[in-house]
């Protein structure tokens, strides 16, 4: 399967742990952004990546979060000191910049529950 | 911060009618798209259209687009059991060149057989 993957897809934590996720992204994509959905709303925009760098970080997005893409390729989002209001679904995207307007490929999604 | 608002927020129809979701948005935008996302996965594109057009088919899928009125709708045609899902529309800014998604809070569509 060559589409967006993301591990894990469910992570139970307790609250003031720190949690990382993975997004692996459709292999020639150059954009990777991370978005937040909650329970009965749309997915929230937190960040996104061209290449390595990280050119837009959601203004609503706490300290605590960092995400990083090292290489171009995969990218990592972490929470630290995780809070109950943190609990949501981490969707990964994915798009090309060639051509244009540009669809974005949505992974499963990380399920995070902060007991 | 959510900018689309999406009507209905539910729709429950029978199989073989059409299901009509629309959606409204506050800024200028490059394009619009529309997502379907079933329980508890991740979001499939459907249909992308641009700020200059007006009106886009898919299959079963039709979309309108009215920037004057800032709103979208998008009608599904013929429906079936399987496209029961969230319908989500999303749009990119007109001042932005991130391809960053604002998305709307969704229509629920069950279709029943």
């Known amino acids: 399967d060559t589409g967006v993957s993301q591990n894990p897809r469910h992570k139970i934590t307790k609250r003031g742990q720190n949690v990382t996720f993975r997004c692996d992204p459709i292999?020639?994509?150059?954009?990777l952004y991370w978005y937040r959905q909650t329970l009965g709303q749309g997915p929230e925009f937190l960040t996104y990546f061209q290449n390595e760098a990280q050119l837009e970080k959601s203004r609503l997005l706490s300290d605590r979060f960092s995400a990083e893409r090292p290489k171009g390729s995969f990218s990592t989002l972490e929470i630290q000191r995780t809070e109950q209001g943190d609990s949501a679904m981490y969707l990964c995207?994915?798009?090309?910049?060639?051509?244009?307007?540009?669809?974005?490929?949505f992974g499963p999604g990380t399920r995070l529950t902060v007991l | 911060s959510q900018q689309g608002e999406e009507d209905p927020q539910a729709l429950s129809i029978q199989e073989g009618e059409n299901a009509t979701m629309n959606c409204s948005y506050k800024?200028?935008?490059?394009?619009l798209q529309w997502y379907r996302q079933n329980s508890g996965r991740g979001l499939v594109h459907l249909i992308l259209?641009?700020?200059?057009?007006r009106e886009k088919h898919s299959g079963r899928l039709r979309v309108t687009l009215d920037t004057s009125k800032k709103s979208s709708s998008l009608l599904i045609t013929a429906s079936r059991a399987a496209d029961t899902a969230s319908y989500f529309c999303a749009t990119e800014a007109g001042s932005s060149n991130t391809g960053k998604l604002i998305f709307g809070q969704g229509t629920t569509l069950q279709v029943k057989p």
């Open positions: 292999s020639e994509h150059n954009r």
């Open positions: 995207a994915s798009s090309s910049l060639a051509g244009g307007p540009y669809e974005q490929f």
């Open positions: 259209i641009r700020s200059n057009e």
């Open positions: 800024t200028s935008i490059n394009n």
